[in-house]
Each structure stands twice: as structure tokens, then as C-alpha cells.
């Protein structure tokens, strides 16, 4: 008897951790901010870089150094209406976003789906970069 009283609320006292450290945990994983130098910029640099360089960048596009300025707010001139590569928290208004998923000759762009001859990015960097874009693309 003295032993059942004991385990019970131990047990329930565990499980009461499991529930609030699980959902602390979930909490931080799904709001920390996306950060442009640490989520971003390897993404850049893995699969966009060797084309967009800083020396002889294609379509002018550099997207190796200086690139959060070359990219947010600054509008591509091959695409009618225009729009900005990326504007801060509208990635639907995106035309880099639209680039990557193959949606750009629907807003009026034009070239092929980046990266141009690669594998499409997987649907987990596609979920980083436009919560990027979401969370008002800081240079963080
Ligand atoms: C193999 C070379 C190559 C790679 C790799 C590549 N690009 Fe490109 N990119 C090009 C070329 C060439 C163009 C111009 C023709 C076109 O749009 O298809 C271009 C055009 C673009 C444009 C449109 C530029 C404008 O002024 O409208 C964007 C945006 C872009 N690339 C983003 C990316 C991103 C982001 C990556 C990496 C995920 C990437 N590219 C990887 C070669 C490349």
C-alpha cells in the first residue's frame, strides 16, 4: 500500500514533464527566427554561388557576397510587372522565391528553375527560406 501511494504520483509527475518539456521543446524548434548568415547564406553558397559569384555573377546576380543587399528589396529587370527578388514578408511577391520553385513564368518571369541544372531545393530549405522571407527577411 505505501508503495502504490508513492509510485502513483511519481509516475504522474513524469508524465507531466514528458507533456511540458515536449511541448516547450516543439515551441522553440518551430518559433526560433531563421537566420539569414547562419540558415541562408550556406544554402547560397552550397548551390547558387558557383554561377551567382561575385566575379562574373550569372544574370548579374551575385549571390555570394554583399547578398542580403543585392537580393531584398532590389527588383530583377527580367521580369513584367516587376518585382523584388525578395520583398520582406511577402514571399508570394518574391521573384527569387519563384525562382526556386518553379512558379516564376506564372508572375510573368522567364529562365529556367533554380538551380538551373540541379536538383530542386528539398522541401525542407524551401520551408527555411520563405519563413525567411515571412519573418521579414532581417540581416540577422
Ligand atoms: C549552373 C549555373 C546556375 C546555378 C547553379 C544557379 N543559377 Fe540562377 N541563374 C543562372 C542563369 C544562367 C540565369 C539567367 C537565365 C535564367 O533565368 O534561367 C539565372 C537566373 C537566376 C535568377 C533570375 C535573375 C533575374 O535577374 O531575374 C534568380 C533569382 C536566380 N538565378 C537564383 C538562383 C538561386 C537562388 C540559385 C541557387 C539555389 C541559383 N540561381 C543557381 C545560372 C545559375
Redesign the pocket.
Known sequence: MRSAKIWIPAAALVAILVVVIGVVGFGQETSATVSFSNDIMP??LA??A???NSEDP????N?ETNVWENIVGVE????EPPMA?VKPGDPQNS??IH??AGTHEEVG????R?????DP?TEEQMELIIRWVSEGALNN
Open positions: 544554402m547560397f548551390s547558387c558557383e554561377c551567382h550569372s544574370a548579374g546576380l549571390l530583377s529587370t527580367r521580369v527578388f521573384y527569387l525562382k526556386l518571369g522567364r529562365g529556367q533554380m538551380p538551373r541544372g540541379r531545393w
